[in-house]
C-alpha cells in the first residue's frame, strides 16, 4: 500500500502530514511510523534492525495513510525513526534519543551534551511545534493516537493475546466508549493493555491530557496490520470507531 496514495502529503524531515485536517474531524497521531535514518546519521547498527519494532511501530504508518484517504481525517505521522529521535518521550529524557534499546547498542547515539540539543532541536522541537500549531489552528473533534505492539515480547515465549489495546493516562473519556465497541466486533481487548497508557504517553500528555483535548490511544498487535488487506480492515474499523466515539463525545 502507498502511503501517500490519493492523499495530500505535507513532508518536513521530522513529521508528514497525510490528508486535510478538518475542524471537527479526526486526527491520526503516529509518532514511531517511520524508520527513516536521515544520511547524515550514523547509528552504527545493523540495518536489519530498522525493519524491527526496535525502530518502527509496524503497520501504523499504512493504517494511518489510509485512513487520511476519507474526508475529514488527516494523519500526523513522526518521519524518522525512534532510534534517532524518540518523539514520544520526553525531551530531557535519556531514552529519547537511545544509546541502547531492547539489548542492541547504538553507538552512533553516543552523542555530547551539545549533540543531544542539536538532535531535539532538529526532530523533536519541529514535530511538536508543528503538532501544537495544527491541533490550535484545525481542532479535532478526535485525535487517535495509533502504535503498534509486537505478538510476544523478545525477553519472553508467552504471546501477547488481545487484537487491540486501548491506552490512556488521567482522561479516559474516551477509551471507556471504544473499549465495548471494539469488543462487540467481537475482538480480544486489552484495557491498559499489553501496558498502561500512564506511563508512556508524552504526546498525548501534552498536547490532549493538559489541553482538555479527547483522545484515544489505540496499539495494534503487529500481526493484524502485516498486509494491505488487513491495514485496510483496520482503517475502516477506526474511521467507524472514531466517528462514533467522537459523536457520543460532542
Known amino acids: 500500500m502507498d502511503p501517500g496514495r490519493g492523499a495530500a502529503v505535507k513532508e518536513h524531515e521530522a513529521f508528514r502530514l497525510l490528508g486535510t485536517p478538518r475542524f471537527g474531524g479526526i486526527l491520526v497521531v503516529s509518532?514511531?511510523?517511520?524508520?527513516?535514518?536521515?544520511?547524515?546519521?550514523?547509528?552504527g547498527i545493523d540495518p536489519a534492525l530498522l525493519g524491527q519494532h526496535v525502530a518502527v511501530d509496524l503497520g501504523v504508518a499504512e493504517v494511518g495513510a489510509e485512513m487520511a484517504r476519507q474526508p475529514g481525517t488527516a494523519a500526523f505521522q513522526g518521519n524518522i525513526s525512534r532510534l534517532v529521535c524518540d518523539?514520544?518521550?520526553?525531551?530531557?529524557?535519556?531514552?529519547?534519543?537511545?544509546?541502547?534499546?531492547?539489548?542492541?547498542?547504538?553507538?552512533?547515539?553516543?552523542?555530547?551534551?551539545?549533540?543531544?540539543?542539536?538532535?531535539?532541536?532538529?526532530?523533536?522541537?519541529p514535530y511538536h511545534t508543528a503538532l501544537a500549531t495544527l491541533l490550535d489552528d484545525v481542532p479535532?473533534?478526535?485525535?487517535?493516537?495509533?502504535?503498534?505492539?509486537?505478538?510476544?515480547?523478545?525477553?519472553?515465549?508467552?504471546?501477547?493475546?488481545?487484537?487491540v489495546g486501548v491506552l490512556y493516562n488521567e482522561d479516559?473519556?474516551?477509551?471507556?466508549?471504544?473499549?465495548?465497541?471494539?469488543?462487540?466486533?467481537?475482538?480480544?481487548?486489552?484495557?491498559?493493555l499489553p501496558y498502561s497508557g500512564k506511563l508512556?504517553?508524552?504526546?498525548?500528555?501534552?498536547?490532549?491530557?493538559?489541553?482538555?483535548?479527547?483522545?484515544?490511544?489505540?496499539?495494534?498487535?503487529?500481526?493484524?496490520v502485516a498486509s494491505p488487506q488487513q491495514q485496510a480492515k483496520w482503517a475502516e474499523l477506526l474511521a467507524r470507531l472514531c466517528n462514533r466515539v467522537a459523536l457520543s463525545l460532542s
Open 200 to 224: 508512556l504517553n508524552y504526546t498525548m500528555n501534552r498536547h490532549c491530557e493538559a489541553e482538555g483535548r479527547p483522545y484515544l490511544g489505540i496499539e495494534l498487535r503487529q500481526d493484524e
Open 31 to 43: 509518532d514511531h511510523a517511520s524508520n527513516r535514518v536521515p544520511d547524515d546519521i550514523d547509528l
Open 140 to 163: 479535532p473533534a478526535l485525535v487517535l493516537s495509533l502504535h503498534s505492539f509486537t505478538p510476544q515480547l523478545a525477553t519472553s515465549d508467552e504471546p501477547r493475546p488481545w487484537q
Open 172 to 192: 479516559d473519556r474516551a477509551a471507556r466508549l471504544a473499549i465495548p465497541l471494539l469488543e462487540a466486533e467481537g475482538l480480544i481487548v486489552g484495557d491498559q
Open 87 to 125: 518523539l514520544n518521550r520526553e525531551p530531557h529524557a535519556p531514552a529519547v534519543i537511545p544509546i541502547a534499546s531492547d539489548g542492541h547498542a547504538i553507538p552512533g547515539n553516543a552523542l555530547d551534551h551539545a549533540g543531544h540539543l542539536a538532535r531535539i532541536a532538529r526532530f523533536h522541537e
